[in-house]
């Protein structure tokens, strides 16, 4: 009985397999097409010339409000390619000159450009395998095999996934990257090792180079921590919080000094008063004509260095002002406004989120009655935690709303959890089960319907 058992898992965990390889294959076809049939968008010249000048130049001041590591990898091929690039009007200082110098990259390569940003499309698809890959191994470890693919296939099918993967802008990395930080989080939450730690550190610190927004793990995963192991505290003896918390510390430290390496260790540890802040937030001035400023320069946190690279530190000083200063309009449902909305976001997802992914979120709030669950509360807590956070943060940025790629990142965390809806198909749940296939179904479908006009 045992060895019958035994061959019945291996047959499942290689049907499953196969099925994920197709999905992926098929992901592989539809972003390949999409990446060639689109002009570029209105970022994605500027993110393209940054990148080549990351490169050629060895500078990170275009586009600094966005961290390196896409547009680098994205204009790799470009590189090599034959490609007409003019850097007149850069002048490496705050100005925007990114969009100035991306209009110019087109303009000198005409309809060359078409092929040059396929190339630099195509250099990104490994970001969506990354997130594809994450989502297929969180979900089978939480639900079981056939939850993977379950998990896998709303990623693969997804109409929002597939609109940015087809990009060069940070969004799929960053989404990808964060889901992949989680895991490993909690992955070492369950084995803590400090091999796991090292591991969770590299990839922090890669989907820190992704987005900027992901900052929020640094502040996110020791409270998270705590509540995973709020559990345990009866029998967790006082060396093993103190090695744990160890490991939490040795893990930023890993990621710090991989976001430092993106950027060629340019400016880091600079002292914190040695900086000119244009943001409101860390410029402090109290006289609004005065430009520049710096709120740490007359006390003793001026002489503290920081920890992240110089661009990546006035990047983000640089995005604070278009959130305090927005010179764009937000738009909303036929109405204008100098700010944005909280609620923008949630409106966002709703209308742009098929009808039948809403429908198996619904289902997976309410599968705990119909299904026995595999997972526990706090495996879930870790994996829900984090898309929470994000969702919060961004919509607390109020400045302007517009954008919902911004939110992007929150999507795998829901497709896994969406996953526990699997074991629906191994149990007597025939209603049950029928329903969660036409709602996959019609998210698929829905989703193809559409294609190649994703976006």
């Known amino acids: 009985m045992e060895c019958r058992e035994q061959t019945g898992v291996m047959l499942l965990q290689t049907s499953t397999a196969a099925v994920a390889t197709v999905l992926i ?9 999409g990446a060639v049939v689109h002009s570029p968008t209105l970022n994605e010249p500027a993110h393209l010339v940054a990148g080549i000048s990351n490169w050629t130049l060895g500078c990170f001041d275009i586009y600094r409000v966005n961290p390196p590591l896409v547009r680098m990898i994205a204009c790799a091929p470009v590189l090599v390619a034959d490609y007409q690039i003019d850097w007149q009007g ?29 190339m630099a499309r195509w250099a990104c698809i490994p970001f969506s395998l990354v997130g594809g890959f994450v989502c297929y191994r ?31 802008t940070p969004e799929i990395a960053a989404t990808s990257l964060s889901l992949a930080a989680c895991y490993t989080f909690w992955r070492w939450l369950r084995e803590p090792t400090w091999s796991m730690t090292l591991v969770s550190g590299l990839v922090l610190g890669l989907a820190e180079l992704a987005k900027m927004t992901l900052i929020v793990f640094f ?16 029998t967790l003896a006082g060396r093993d919080w103190l090695r744990e918390l160890g490991m939490l510390a040795a893990r930023m430290l890993v990621a710090i000094y991989v976001l430092n390496f993106g950027y060629g260790f ?7 008063g040695k900086f ?26 001026g002489c503290i260095p920081a920890p992240v690279p110089k661009n990546y530190l006035l990047g983000m000083d640089l995005q604070k ?10 738009y909303l449902r036929g109405q204008f406004s100098p700010r944005g909305w909280w609620y923008y976001y949630l409106y966002a997802l709703a209308i742009k989120v098929p009808l039948g992914t809403w429908l198996l979120a ?17 495996d879930e807590f870790i994996l829900l935690c984090p898309a929470v956070v994000i969702l919060a943060f961004v919509s607390s940025q109020t400045g302007f709303s517009e954008h919902m790629r911004y939110v992007l990142p929150t999507f795998p965390f829901a497709f896994v959890w969406i996953g526990r809806l699997a074991p629906a198909f191994r149990g007597r749940h025939i209603v049950l089960a029928g329903t969660i296939a036409c709602a996959l179904v019609w998210s698929v479908g829905s989703s193809l319907r559409v294609y190649p006009q994703s976006l």
């Open 25 to 33: 294959v098929v992901h592989c076809g539809l972003l390949g097409v």
């Open 90 to 118: 850069f002048q490496g200082t705050d100005a925007r000159y990114e969009f100035q110098l991306g209009e110019q990259f087109v303009a000198a390569n005409g309809e060359r450009s078409y092929w040059l940003f396929a």
């Open 362 to 378: 619904v289902l997976a709030a309410l599968a705990r009655f119909w299904i026995v669950p595999r997972a526990t509360l706090r």
């Open 219 to 234: 502040a996110m995963w020791p409270v998270m921590w705590l509540v995973y192991r709020w559990a345990d505290r009866k």
């Open 266 to 272: 340019e400016g880091s540890l600079t002292p914190l």
């Open 321 to 330: 002002v278009d959130f305090e200063h927005s010179r764009e309009l937000s």
């Open 276 to 301: 000119q802040f244009v943001s409101d937030t860390l410029r402090g001035n109290a006289d609004a004509a005065k430009v520049v400023g710096n709120r740490f320069a007359d006390s003793w946190l």
């Open 138 to 168: 969180w979900a089978r470890d939480l639900y079981g095999a056939d939850a993977g693919v379950f998990a896998l296939a709303l990623w693969c099918f997804c109409p929002n996934i597939l609109a940015h993967v087809q990009l060069i």
